[in-house]
């Protein structure tokens, strides 16, 4: 790719975008109001508004290497205080996908430097769920439940956050955890029982 098309291709799309409505550009610049707040993993094969079919402004945007929400990590958590305090999003999605790296390279022993603390966080999923893992016998699908794991795991990162806590009381916002099949190009929600998950681990995490 010759990166100087990129700035021609920008050229033909504001010309796009203006032939079907002269005020795009102008409206954009009004300000933003998005209800989704999105987490993805910064794969470059996952382009988020592409596969869900949204437009600028509707959906805020976080993509990490392997859709991650570390407790400590400022980014996560500025954009989820950001987006879910802030802006006042009504739904939060972690989306993962199959054949990811990150969580391919998290399954390896292999030293990758400052990777290492990242793709930790990964393999404490893995420990959460070692009994649950260690039975498929399958590598492939093994990796793909990790994958989906993950997901459920950041996801319950996001309800221990107290931005969400909050909202979820006040405003009933909803988390959900979502895979991309990079196979065959569908979303899917993995229908998490987050009430159950809570049940269980908010007299941990709870805060008021
Ligand atoms: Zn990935």
Not at 45 to 62: D, K, N, W
Not at 78 to 90: D, E, R
Not at 161 to 186: L, M, P
Request: aromatic fraction near 8%.
């Amino acid at each position: 790719m010759d990166i100087s098309r990129i700035f021609e291709n920008n050229q033909k799309w504001i010309v796009k975008k203006l032939e079907v409505d002269k005020d795009y550009f102008k409206n954009l610049s009004e300000g933003q109001n998005p209800e989704i707040l999105y987490i993805g993993c910064s794969d470059s094969r996952v382009s988020s508004e592409e596969l869900m079919g949204v437009q600028p402004g509707e959906v805020f945007v976080h993509r990490n290497i392997a859709n991650m929400v570390p407790n400590t990590d400022l980014s996560a958590m500025s954009v989820i205080n950001y987006a879910v305090t802030h802006l006042k999003v009504k739904h939060v999605v972690v989306c993962g996908h199959y054949y990811c790296g990150g969580v391919k390279a998290a399954m390896q022993s292999e030293d990758l430097g400052l990777l290492n603390p990242w793709l930790r966080n990964i393999r404490d999923v893995y420990r959460l769920h070692k009994d649950e893992l260690n039975s498929i016998q399958n590598e492939e699908e093994k990796y793909n439940r990790l994958v989906e794991l993950n997901v459920q795991e950041q996801c319950v990162n996001v309800l221990k956050t107290s931005d969400v806590q909050k909202a979820f009381r006040e405003r009933n916002i909803t988390v959900h955890g979502w895979v991309w099949d990079i196979h065959s190009g569908e979303l899917i929600d993995l229908k998490i029982d987050f009430d159950k998950i809570l049940k269980d681990i908010m007299e941990i995490y709870h805060l008021s």
